[in-house]
């Protein structure tokens, strides 16, 4: 006899033997108090379970029991796939293209910026690549999207007019782009991961592209060149990025909405206009 258990109230004896375990009622042998001792030091031993009423012979078992689930192999853990660096990815993918129409291609295969999820084409850039002028825009809307070419529309037009108000035009001395390529939804303003995201592709594009000047045009244009908003405060003001002198403007969809403001828009370009003249 090893030990003692208590199951339903009685008090059994545990036997052990090389073929069998045997539970064995010890009314008639020990009293509660003794039966009570030799339980609690089975449970120092570590027992943590009582034995089935009827005898089992372990080691008759085959090692396999009948019918039972073989274990299913481990299966490998499938590793969360590491988050990509979208503003990394882009300067790598901008420094690899060599040309206008590599830097293109590279924005159009862009996998990161969900914004061409819901656009319909890419809107790279329009006029004379080399120009002395470059002019940044914000993001394509409705008819850019449709057409491919930035600053088309009402606001196009409106732009035509003053460039064409101090001897310049998009087809020979002005070069047009965007900081992003593809439409927000519903208009809306880009936010600061997608600016950051595609600028990286603005700052090869001004490299290649090579102007003697930049003209952003609008808050979003101000953040994404200067690194700044607020395009009132900052429109007449020059600054520098990209190596080069920048001359903040307001937007021509701006000043479709607030005509008042053509008269600092005039100022500007005459300001433009005099710095191409003083540096020929």
């Known amino acids: 006899m090893v030990g003692a258990t208590e199951r339903h109230g009685k008090v059994y004896s545990l036997s052990l033997s090389p073929k069998a375990v045997r539970l064995e009622p010890m009314e008639s042998v020990l009293d509660h108090h003794t039966a ?3 339980l609690e030091w089975q449970v120092e031993l570590g027992a943590t379970e009582a ?3 009827a005898p089992v012979d372990r080691y008759a078992l085959p090692d396999t029991q009948p019918g039972a689930a073989k ?3 481990a299966q490998a853990v499938a590793k969360k796939p ?3 660096d979208a503003v990394k990815a882009a300067q790598q993918d901008a420094r690899a293209a060599g040309s206008l129409a590599a830097l293109q291609a590279a924005m159009r295969d862009f996998k990161h910026c969900d914004l061409k999820r819901g656009a ?3 809107v790279f850039a329009d006029g004379a690549p080399g120009a002395r002028v470059m002019i940044i825009g914000e993001a394509p809307g409705r008819e850019e999207d449709r057409v491919g070419k930035p600053f088309v529309g009402a606001a196009g037009q409106l732009l035509d007019k003053m460039l064409a108000a101090i001897g310049l035009n998009r087809s020979e001395t002005v070069y047009i782009t965007n900081v992003l390529p593809w439409r927000p939804p519903q208009n809306r303003d880009p936010n600061s991961q997608e600016i950051a995201m595609m600028t990286p592709f603005l700052e090869r594009h001004v490299a290649l592209a090579a102007p003697d000047i930049l003209i952003p045009m609008g808050n979003i244009s101000c953040q994404a060149v200067l ?3 607020g395009v009132t405060r900052l429109r007449g003001t020059w600054g520098r ?3 080069l002198p920048v001359l903040p403007m307001f937007h021509p969809a ?3 909405r607030s005509p008042q403001m053509k008269r600092q828009a005039w100022a500007d370009l005459l300001e433009l206009q005099a710095w191409l003249r003083s540096n020929t």
């Open 254 to 256: 701006y000043l479709l």
């Open 36 to 38: 009570r001792v030799l």
């Open 82 to 84: 590491a988050e990509v």
């Open 51 to 53: 034995i089935g009423d």
């Open 120 to 122: 319909r084409q890419l």
């Open 241 to 243: 990025a990209f190596d």
């Open 227 to 229: 690194g700044k908003r």
């Open 71 to 73: 274990a299913a192999p």
